[in-house]
Every structure is written in C-alpha cells, then in structure tokens.
T-cell receptor, first 110, second 114 residues
Framework: ELKVEQNPLFLSMQEGKNYTIYCNYSTTSDRLYWYRQDPGKSLESLFVLLSNGAVKQEGRLMASLDTKARLSTLHITAAVHDLSATYFCAGITNTDKLIFGTGTRLQVFP | EAQVTQNPRYLITVTGKKLTVTCSQNMNHEYMSWYRQDPGLGLRQIYYSMNVEVTDKGDVPEGYKVSRKEKRNFPLILESPSPNQTSLYFC???FGTGGNSPLHFGNGTRLTVT
C-alpha cells in the first residue's frame, strides 16, 4: 500500500533563504505530483513528475524525482513572502488512486 | 472559464439528515474524484470515477455514495451524516491519471454535522 510522507510538516523561513521539502513514498509510483494550497483556498497544481530523474522548475520552485530512492524534493530558492502556503506531494497507486502526503506548511517572513 | 464547481461552499446539518454535495466540471474530463481534508491528515480520497457509470472506492468510502450518470457531474451523497464526517471536501477532475494530467480542484465545501 502506497504511503507518502513529507517533511518537514512546518517550515518557517526567512526571505532570501533556500530550503528543500522532502517527499518519500513507500512503494512504486508512476508519477509524483506537487500541489500548493493557500489558506482557505483550493489546491493548485505545481508540477507533475513523470519519470526517474525528472526535474521541473517554475520561478523560485524546482521539483525533482528519484524513483529508485522513492524520493521527490521541492526546492525553494531565495524565498519570498508570496510563497507562504501549504505544499502537498502525491503519488499514484497502480489502481489509479492518488495518495497525498500530509502537507508542509511554509511560512516566509521578512 | 475552465473550472470545477462545487455547491454548496458551506453546509451545516444535523446527524442523519441526508445531503448531497454537487460537483460539475466543464472541461470534458474523464476522471473525477472526491477528497476530504482534515487537519494533520492531508487529503484522503473518498471515491473516484474513471468515466461515466464507472466508480470506485478510495481510502475512506464508508458513509458516502457517489454516482456518475453524466460525464460532467459527480455528486457526493451522505445518506446519514455523522459528526465524524465534519470536514472540508474537495472535488477534482482531470483528463485521466495517465500522462501529464494534474487534477483540477473545486473550491471546496466545508461541512459541519452536529
């Protein structure tokens, strides 16, 4: 059974700093997704990682996937306040069920 | 505008009173799904549907029903709601789970069962 674990659960970081959110999953997942949720809002898709070694970047966020290590990372470069949100990763089972991590709540302060 | 529309946004009800949360998408997506979001538990899948008349259980289906009679609609039915179903519910859709097809989420329905 696929389990997805994120760490850290909470992250408070200063503007301008770099940090990485980790997403470990327990069994094979064909794809790995990253979503963002602002407080009181819905979820917005950030990245879909389709294969081992995949790397995608959008602005200050970069996601990567290592299927052998069963690990995906979301790297934040030079954080700004607008990046404050909760970030979720999600894997997919071989029966097409999406399994989400518990989320990482990121707060960026001046 | 391409979107997933859920109604209502907020709902307060009493134990045992049947309710339906509607979900509609205008993107001709095959795949639709319902999730509940609870603090510390992330999002958990309730039911999903790969196409019309095809539905399957997610991780937490107990106490819920769904139907997919039309491609665009995927209502969530609580026949006899209980307080442990108090949660934030999201409907989502995509072109399918294969390939580069992320989920599009609705705005959520906050349900309180007293």
């Amino acid at each position: 059974e696929l389990k997805v674990e994120q760490n850290p659960l909470f992250l408070s970081m200063q503007e301008g700093k770099n940090y990485t959110i980790y997403c470990n999953y327990s069994t094979t997942s064909d794809r790995l997704y990253w979503y963002r949720q602002d407080p009181g809002k819905s979820l917005e898709s950030l990245f879909v990682l389709l294969s081992n070694g995949a790397v995608k970047q959008e602005g200050r966020l970069m996601a990567s996937l290592d299927t052998k290590a069963r690990l995906s990372t979301l790297h934040i470069t030079a954080a700004v306040h607008d990046l404050s949100a909760t970030y979720f990763c999600a894997g997919i089972t071989n029966t097409d069920k999406l399994i989400f991590g518990t989320g990482t709540r990121l707060q960026v302060f001046p | 505008e391409a979107q997933v529309t859920q109604n209502p946004r907020y709902l307060i009800t009493v134990t045992g009173k049947k309710l339906t949360v509607t979900c509609s998408q205008n993107m001709n997506h095959e795949y639709m799904s319902w999730y509940r979001q609870d603090p510390g538990l992330g999002l958990r899948q309730i039911y999903y549907s790969m196409n019309v008349e095809v539905t399957d259980k997610g991780d937490v289906p107990e106490g819920y029903k769904v139907s997919r009679k039309e491609k665009r609609n995927f209502p969530l039915i609580l026949e006899s709601p209980s307080p442990n179903q108090t949660s934030l519910y999201f409907c989502a859709s995509s072109f399918g789970t294969g390939g580069n097809s992320p989920l599009h989420f609705g705005n959520g329905t906050r349900l309180t069962v007293t």
